[in-house]
């Protein structure tokens, strides 16, 4: 009787139950040695291989996927947001040298949709086997009243880990060195409300709509996955890596000051990587200054890495492209 009347309130508590087992073997193909049990516990177990570390660090991130959530729903597609959710997060903790454990996610939906929520959590999953990490659990919550129909949010927390002498702060960043940026695969994940604002809203834009100079319809290429950077990062090894930052949200002017030391000043030359057609697309329909596309979206860079002048034909072979480099100065940055 207690189910029935809460099935009422608006929440389903058997739909919630048929999500666990839906998702249950999809979690299980991303676990590591390291994952202890299975799904449906009150807590995830992790051990630690402590023989790797001398004195290992946890790192952690949360993020969010934002507002790029409306464009899955206008196009009905759900699983991409799912990758974007672990980029967005295993991303960030990379920064710092560290290698991605495990990672939970955070459904909130005014009413659950199982199959839509199976297709993110298998998104999830994908991006957690991309990244290298486990997915060890998560919550879906079920909020009447909460979020309008057909909305939800979605949120991820990753940990892992590092050596305490391997740490990657930028404070090893030093006039001299070299900075590599390593290409975006779009717009990832962020500015996407003033996205919607301009190609939708006030130049009527549908998401199925061809767009010739992008070569595919607007809302596939909404719905790009944001790049995750895992495998990029883990060919670093034994490389002079002073500094690294995740090009998210803040773009390019909010994100690369965050680890360059007083006096330095990141200098980054245009011209010298590639910008794909979204951004002059959506800088000319939106009649955007090009410092404020820059201080949105990552330009076609996801993730620079700053490194001693040594180490630089050794990080391009690696398929990084060179695109600045630091000197002496009022720290910032300048891209001229």
Known sequence: MAAKRYEESGVSVKAGEELVSRVKAVAKSTFSDGVIGGLGGF???????????????????????????????LCSKFDTVGIDLVAMC???????????????DYVGTGKL?????????????????????SLVGGETAELPGTYPGGEFDLVGFAVGVVERKRIIDGSRIEPGDVIFGIPSSGIHSN????????????????VDDEVDVLGCRLGEELLRP????????SKFDGLDIHGMAHITGGGWYGNIPRVLPEKCRAIMQKGSWKVPPIFGFLQSEGEIGENEMFSCFNMGIGFVVFVGGDDKNRLAELGACEIGEVREGKKGLEII
């Open 191 to 206: 500015g996407y409300s003033l996205v919607r604002k301009v190609l939708l809203e006030e130049k009527g834009f549908r």
């Open 113 to 133: 949709v199982v199959e839509q929520a199976e297709m993110l959590i298998k998104g999830v999953a994908e991006g957690c086997r991309e990244a290298g990490c």
């Open 90 to 104: 295993v991303n960030d903790i990379l920064t710092s040298g560290a290698k991605p454990l495990f990672f939970l």
């Open 43 to 73: 807590a995830a177990f992790f051990a630690l291989d402590r023989e790797r570390y001398e004195e290992p660090v946890l790192v952690s991130a949360a993020d969010g996927v934002g507002t790029k959530l409306k464009i899955a729903t």
């Open 226 to 233: 944001t790049r995750i950077y895992s495998k990029d990062v």
